[in-house]
C-alpha cells in the first residue's frame, strides 16, 4: 500500500516555465511535508517543506501547496531553469518526525535551454 | 557536501561474499538511517537507530545486517546477497524531533 503518490513519474519543461508536481496521502494523521531534491550521483536533499496549519510556502522559485481537505499538496516550480533538472520526492510524516518519513516515488524534471 | 560520508561509494560483490557499507556523520545528530533507492521505486526506509538504538527494522531480510557502534557511525553488514538486492544504499541522519534527513552520496551495490 503507497502512503504517498506522486505524478507525473516524469516532465519535461522550457526553460523559464512553470514545473507542478503532485503528491496525495491517504493517512490523516501526517502532519509534515517535505519535498527533497536529488540530483545523479547525489543524494536527495531537503528543498522546502510544509505543515498543515499553513496552505502556501514559498522560498525563492520554489512554492508548496497544501490542500489538507482533499489530502493534496504540491511543488511548483517558477521561471524554472536546466539547473533545476534533477529527480523530486514528497514526503510526509506523523508528528514531525523524521523516523517515519514516507517518499513518493519521485518525479524526474528535465528543464530544456 | 552534507556532512554524511559513506564509504564505499560503489560495491560489486558475489552472492556469497560478505562485505559492509559504512557511514558517517558529524553533524551531532541523534537518529541514523538506511535507506534502499531502487529504480522505479520508492525510497525503502531499512533500518532507523535513535540514540543508538534500533527503533526500527521495515521487514529486511536477515542478510542485511545494521550496526551502530555510537551515534556518528553506521554500517550495514552484507552477507549471501541476491541479484535483486543490487540498488543504491542510502544513508542518513538526522534529529527525531525535527523531521530533516541529511543524505550521503549513497553506496551503488551490485551483486552477481
Known amino acids: 500500500q503507497q502512503q504517498v503518490k506522486q505524478s507525473p513519474q516524469s516532465l519535461i519543461v522550457q526553460k523559464g516555465g512553470i514545473s507542478i508536481i503532485n503528491c496525495a496521502y491517504e493517512?490523516?494523521?501526517?502532519?509534515?511535508f517535505p519535498w527533497y531534491q536529488q540530483f545523479p550521483g547525489k543524494g536527495p536533499a531537503l528543498l522546502i517543506a510544509?505543515?498543515?496549519?499553513?496552505s502556501e510556502k514559498k522560498e525563492g522559485r520554489f512554492t508548496i501547496s497544501f490542500n489538507k481537505s482533499a489530502k493534496q499538496f504540491s511543488l511548483h516550480i517558477m521561471d524554472s531553469q536546466p539547473g533545476d533538472s534533477a529527480t523530486y520526492f514528497c514526503?510526509?510524516?506523523?508528528?514531525?518526525?523524521?523516523?517515519?518519513?514516507?517518499f513518493g516515488k519521485g518525479t524526474k524534471l528535465t528543464v530544456n535551454p | 557536501e552534507t556532512g554524511v560520508t559513506q564509504t564505499p561509494r560503489h560495491l560489486v560483490m558475489g552472492m556469497t561474499n560478505k562485505k559492509s557499507l559504512k557511514c558517517e556523520q558529524h553533524?551531532?545528530?541523534?537518529?541514523m538511517y538506511w535507506y534502499k533507492q531502487s529504480a522505479k521505486k520508492p525510497l525503502e526506509l531499512m533500518f532507523v537507530?535513535?540514540?543508538?538504538?534500533?527503533?526500527e527494522n521495515n521487514s529486511v531480510p536477515s542478510r542485511f545486517s545494521p550496526e551502530c557502534p555510537n551515534s556518528s557511525h553506521l554500517f550495514l553488514h552484507l552477507h549471501t546477497l541476491q541479484p535483486e538486492d543490487s540498488a543504491l544504499y542510502l544513508c542518513?541522519?538526522?534529529?527525531?524531533?525535527?523531521?530533516?534527513?541529511?543524505f550521503g552520496e549513497g553506496s551503488r551495490l551490485t551483486v552477481l
Open positions: 542518513a541522519s538526522g534529529t527525531t524531533n525535527t523531521g530533516e534527513l541529511f
Open positions: 514526503a510526509a510524516s506523523k508528528q514531525g518526525g523524521s523516523e517515519k518519513l514516507v
Open positions: 537507530y535513535s540514540l543508538e538504538e534500533r527503533v
Open positions: 493517512n490523516t494523521a501526517f502532519d509534515y
Open positions: 510544509i505543515r498543515p496549519d499553513v
Open positions: 553533524l551531532g545528530h541523534n537518529a
